[in-house]
């Protein structure tokens, strides 16, 4: 199932819409580039061969030969979280947004540049992240780091998709041990220079890792009354739900088909 999100195909005709969406936000910004190579990947199932850079309602961005990164940044793309975070933005809401998992730093780079304080931890493509963020001129507006998070610290391997490099799975038995850093977020709380007490938004998309970085985060799921999680659940699974539901009283909201809301209940 999860696989569709990443690999659109002619055959699926229930996505026909959504493709259309797609492409009309590329044309919308003239992003020719971008449109062919979407175009290419639903009728051939192919990435493009080429870099180059695009400008989408969420910034400006390289894109990379032989990835989707022309996907991520299309605001089509996860339509409706994008809806929700920008209601959430223009009521002036949010006081930090914690990108888990960053991709290519899209959400960071549209939620910087309308004065969101951004944290975003990106084990494997940080370097996209960095140079996504000098594009858009926002160096300094959001605090990067280039590690995953997990219940402790440690070092371990990345596997990555072959095209889909924002997708990745931790590898902790490769014969040569790892060298990309782990940390637990309870640990690097004080140093983020969040305020606990104002709205904190965390998107949570770290491929299975879910569990283990909400085990390294108990204290300040804890310790932040205002806090609202998005993640992604498929159908039947229920352990970001029942993981988060150890640790304090969430209610539970669909976003979207792959996407939910998890929304810290008030204490009395």
Known sequence: MKDHAYYPSWRNLSKYGQ????????????????LAASLKLVLFNKPPGKSWQATSAMGRFRIRKGTTDFQFINYAYERRVRNYLKEQVDAKAVGSFIDIGACIG??????????????AFEPVNYKAVEENLRLNQLEGKVKLYAAGLGSRREKVNFVVMGTVTGSSHMDRDHKDGGNIPIERLDDL???????????????????????????????????????????????????????????????FTRIDHYNYLATKKATA
């Open 19 to 34: 493709y259309l969406s797609y492409f009309g936000e590329y044309i919308r910004y003239n992003d020719w580039n971008s």
């Open 106 to 119: 899209e959400y960071d780079v549209w939620l910087a540049g309308q004065g969101v304080p951004c944290i």
């Open 189 to 251: 709380v004080p140093q983020l220079g969040v305020n606990l007490q104002e709205r904190i938004i965390v998107k949570l998309d770290v491929e299975g890792m879910e569990t283990e970085v909400l085990e390294g985060a108990r204290n300040f799921i804890r310790d932040t009354p205002d806090l609202r999680i998005i993640f992604e659940r498929y159908e039947g699974d229920n352990t970001v739900n029942d993981k988060l539901s150890s640790i304090a009283d969430f209610e």
